[in-house]
């Protein structure tokens, strides 16, 4: 099963955007979920993860404006990005943290222009 994400767009420096992950896992609550970037020319990077305890990591380029949360009941998995910049431009895909190898989904790509 690829976790599929969406929720991306073209939006202005310092907009927001809401990204969401809908992960149909029978073992959604007892698992690690992670949100990653890929910028053009570089490497995937973790961005933010939570736990099935709810405790919440971020990269620190984007602690205090980005947040994490999940809804076991709804299997879903939020990322909420505010004062985006630039330099947040990116494919943004989730995935199991650690990875799943086999549950990349395509990804949703966030576009911020300056």
């Known amino acids: 099963v690829q976790l599929q994400a969406s929720g991306g767009g073209l939006v202005q420096s310092g907009g927001s955007l809401r990204l969401s992950c809908v992960a149909s896992?029978?073992?959604?609550?007892?698992?690690?979920f992670g949100w990653y970037r890929q910028a053009p020319g570089k490497q995937r990077e973790l961005v933010a993860s939570?736990?099935?305890?709810?405790?919440?990591d971020y990269l620190d380029s984007v602690k205090g404006r980005f947040t994490i949360s999940r809804d076991n009941t709804k299997k879903t998995v939020t990322l909420q990005m505010n004062s985006l910049k630039p330099e947040d431009t990116a494919v943004y895909y989730c995935?199991?943290?650690?990875?799943?190898?086999?549950?990349w989904g395509q990804g949703t790509l966030v576009t911020v222009s300056s």
């Open positions: 896992l029978s073992h959604f609550r007892f698992d690690t």
């Open positions: 939570i736990s099935a305890s709810r405790h919440e």
């Open positions: 995935n199991l943290d650690p990875v799943d190898r086999l549950k």
